[in-house]
């Protein structure tokens, strides 16, 4: 397990509330899954910011009692794909993926060659995450080494789960945006021994998409992943059909997108895959093989109008999927509005995304799939207390809607669908508050 700050939190500390979180998968459409642990109005005991344990009845004196009585309690949420520097161009109009990159997104990610603004931007961005209640994440900086240095440094200071690392692109990328393949080695390697495995921080070599690559940079990025089987690997893949064509010109001998990335051995039980709307059962079949993932973003596919993913054919293949805003081309960082809008998503395909599939793929199952539950993800006693605390409703609409719900799955389903940032109260991480509410 991961080496944590000690200051501040040796404390016992004891929070009442709706205790809700997994202890396995939830099957496709169960809504009555024994997936699902629900302990209402139970008591979660935090020492030294590790969970110690749940009780019914309150603890004795000496615990620090926080009642949050008739409060829904979670893990915090893991976005397991979100880009740091695009905080500058969320909510851009009118472009789909190749535009919006060469309009917005390249020029805004030139400005973080320098430190300040890397520095001002993790700021922000982490921020950001706890004001949603995500206490994880799996994030793109830059190409510039500086970028992730930042993020790093930033993530360190709030002791955050995170995972990053520089991102490669040597070809198709504007001046003051594009690397080549010794120098960008020499950071990769300078930010892994800096930073991988330090407190919560993990490196993952980060590879923009194969059209930004060459050959030559990503066979680089496959050894640095084959010398260090701890490291992550994070791409996008199959976002967008214009993109999947560029890419079967460029690599006329891959079968497919994906098989660019098994090609070069980018494609292992670490690497988080954005996207992968356009794959077929072949690829599904390599995803599970090899144990990588497909990060799922409704909100920017939806956005950019890049596709509808189909998330049951993924559970079918038995491919893992994880749950991401992938800000800027998602308008959110919010992973509740991001499960609202995967539902929408399998519901254009006629198919239904439970309440328990969504929160399972944006706690346990993103947990597992990165392969940290054992630190991350649930409210077992040993993980260490990131969690969020959030209001069923805030306004009177949801109060309602609260009231007449008659399962759980009713009342979970109906919040995921209607709450978002207000209805947070605090977020915790690894115990210590680092997002309140303000006004309570
Ligand atoms: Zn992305």
Same mark, same amino acid.
């Given at each position: 397990?991961?080496?944590?700050?000690?200051?501040?939190?040796?404390?016992?500390?004891?929070?009442?509330?709706?205790?809700?979180?997994?202890?396995?998968?939830?099957?496709?459409?169960?809504?009555?899954?024994?997936?699902?642990?629900?302990?209402?109005?139970?008591?979660?005991?935090?020492?030294?910011?590790?969970?110690?344990?749940?009780?019914?009845?309150?603890?004795?004196?000496?615990?620090?009692?926080?009642?949050?009585?008739?409060?829904?309690?979670?893990?915090?949420?893991?976005?397991?794909?979100?880009?740091?520097?695009?905080?500058? %161009?969320?909510?851009?109009?009118?472009?789909?993926?190749?535009?919006?990159?060469?309009?917005?997104?390249?020029?805004?990610?030139?400005?973080?060659? #320098?430190?300040?603004?890397?520095?001002?931007?993790?700021?922000?961005?982490?921020?950001?995450? &706890?004001?949603?209640?995500?206490?994880?994440?799996?994030?793109?900086?830059?190409?510039?080494?500086?970028?992730?240095?930042?993020?790093?440094?930033?993530?360190?200071?709030?002791?955050?789960?995170?995972?990053?690392?520089?991102?490669?692109?040597?070809?198709?990328?504007?001046?003051?945006?594009?690397?080549?393949?010794?120098?960008?080695?020499?950071?990769?390697?300078?930010?892994?021994?800096?930073?991988?495995?330090? #407190?919560?921080?993990?490196?993952?070599?980060?590879? @923009?998409?194969?059209?930004?690559?060459?050959?030559?940079?990503?066979?680089?990025?496959?050894?640095?992943?084959?010398?260090?089987?701890?490291?992550?690997?994070?791409?996008?893949?199959?976002?967008?059909?214009?993109?999947?064509?560029?890419?079967?010109?460029?690599?006329?001998?891959?079968?497919?997108?994906?098989? %660019?990335?098994?090609?070069?051995?980018?494609?292992?039980?670490?690497?988080?895959?954005?996207?992968?709307?356009?794959?077929?059962?072949?690829?599904?079949?390599?995803?599970?093989?090899?144990?990588?993932?497909?990060?799922?973003?409704?909100?920017?596919?939806?956005? &950019?109008?890049?596709?509808?993913?189909?998330?049951?054919?993924?559970?079918?293949?038995?491919?893992?999927?994880?749950?991401?805003?992938?800000?800027?081309?998602?308008?959110? &960082?919010?992973?509740?509005?991001?499960?609202?809008?995967?539902?929408?998503?399998?519901?254009?395909?006629?198919?239904?995304?439970?309440?328990?599939?969504?929160?399972?793929?944006?706690?346990?199952?993103?947990?597992?799939?990165?392969?940290?539950?054992?630190?991350?993800?649930?409210?077992?006693?040993?993980?260490?207390?990131?969690?969020?605390?959030? #209001?069923?409703?805030?306004?009177?609409?949801?109060? @309602? @809607?609260?009231?007449?719900?008659?399962?759980?799955?009713?009342?979970?389903?109906?919040?995921?669908?209607?709450?978002?940032?207000?209805?947070?109260?605090?977020?915790?991480?690894?115990?210590?508050?680092?997002?309140?509410?303000?006004?309570?």
């Amino acid at each position: 397990m991961s080496a944590i700050p000690t200051a501040s939190h040796a404390t016992r500390i004891a929070l009442r509330g709706d205790l809700l979180d997994f202890t396995g998968e939830p099957g496709w459409g169960d809504v009555d899954t024994a997936a699902v642990r629900w302990r209402p109005n139970h008591w979660l005991l935090i020492e030294n910011g590790r969970i110690a344990g749940v009780q019914a009845e309150a603890p004795p004196e000496g615990w620090e009692r926080h009642d949050h009585g008739g409060r829904l309690i979670m893990p915090g949420f893991i976005d397991t794909h979100v880009h740091m520097p695009q905080l500058d %161009v969320i909510a851009s109009y009118g472009t789909e993926l190749l535009d919006w990159l060469e309009n917005y997104t390249f020029p805004a990610e030139i400005r973080y060659a #320098d430190p300040k603004c890397s520095e001002a931007g993790a700021g922000l961005f982490l921020g950001a995450l &706890l004001a949603n209640g995500t206490t994880s994440a799996v994030v793109f900086p830059t190409a510039h080494k500086v970028s992730a240095d930042a993020l790093f440094a930033a993530a360190q200071q709030r002791g955050m789960r995170v995972v990053t690392g520089k991102v490669l692109q040597d070809r198709h990328s504007p001046d003051g945006l594009r690397d080549d393949v010794t120098q960008a080695e020499k950071d990769c390697i300078d930010l892994i021994q800096r930073w991988h495995g330090r #407190d919560r921080l993990a490196y993952a070599v980060t590879v @923009r998409f194969a059209p930004t690559s060459t050959p030559a940079q990503l066979a680089m990025a496959g050894a640095l992943c084959a010398a260090d089987p701890t490291l992550y690997m994070q791409t996008h893949v199959a976002e967008n059909r214009d993109e999947v064509r560029w890419v079967r010109e460029l690599f006329p001998e891959a079968r497919s997108y994906l098989d %660019v990335y098994a090609r070069a051995g980018l494609l292992h039980r670490r690497s988080v895959l954005a996207h992968g709307v356009w794959l077929d059962d072949d690829d599904r079949a390599a995803l599970r093989e090899s144990g990588a993932h497909i990060a799922h973003s409704p909100s920017s596919n939806l956005f &950019l109008g890049s596709g509808l993913f189909d998330w049951n054919a993924a559970v079918q293949t038995g491919a893992a999927v994880s749950l991401a805003s992938d800000v800027g081309g998602g308008t959110s &960082l919010s992973m509740i509005r991001t499960m609202a809008d995967a539902y929408k998503v399998q519901a254009m395909g006629g198919k239904r995304l439970t309440a328990w599939k969504a929160l399972h793929s944006a706690t346990l199952g993103a947990a597992q799939a990165l392969m940290l539950d054992d630190e991350i993800g649930s409210l077992e006693p040993g993980r260490i207390a990131d969690l969020a605390i959030w #209001d069923w409703a805030v306004e009177p609409v949801g109060r @309602r @809607r609260m009231d007449v719900a008659r399962s759980l799955h009713e009342k979970a389903f109906a919040w995921m669908t209607l709450a978002d940032d207000r209805n947070l109260v605090e977020t915790r991480v690894a115990g210590v508050v680092r997002h309140r509410r303000t006004g309570g």
